[in-house]
Nanobody, 117 residues
């Protein structure tokens, strides 16, 4: 059973930083792509960043230069370092993993990030 557990969300002032973590179990982490989506209240879920099994990272334009996604295959964990946070970054952040063997995504339960102005 694939499980993803996020942590690291919270309340921060604008300009501050947070680091989200997502621990994955039940799948061969090293061959999976990993990523983060977010969903603000009343808005659609949007892709924030993803990282391939080879370590190539991609970002939404809105977070380029401020957020960094990384992975530690030894710990089966993906991270999202968020710097220079803005109130518009406020959302529930969801970790996901894409498993090639099953050709599907699995999702975490989400972690709330709130940025105050």
């Amino acid at each position: 059973q694939v499980q993803l557990v996020e942590s690291g969300g919270g309340l921060v002032q604008a300009g501050g930083s947070l680091r989200l973590s997502c621990a994955v179990s039940g799948t061969i982490f090293s061959i999976n792509s990993m990523g983060w989506h977010r969903q603000a209240s009343g808005k659609q879920r949007e892709l924030v960043a993803f990282i391939t099994s080879g370590g190539n990272a991609n970002y939404a334009d809105s977070v380029k230069g401020r957020f960094t996604i990384s992975r530690d295959n030894a710990k089966n964990t993906v991270y999202l370092q968020m710097n220079s946070l803005k109130p518009e970054d406020t959302a529930v952040y969801y970790c996901y993993t894409y498993t090639p063997a099953q050709a599907r995504n699995y999702w975490g339960q989400g972690t709330q990030v709130t940025v105050s102005s």
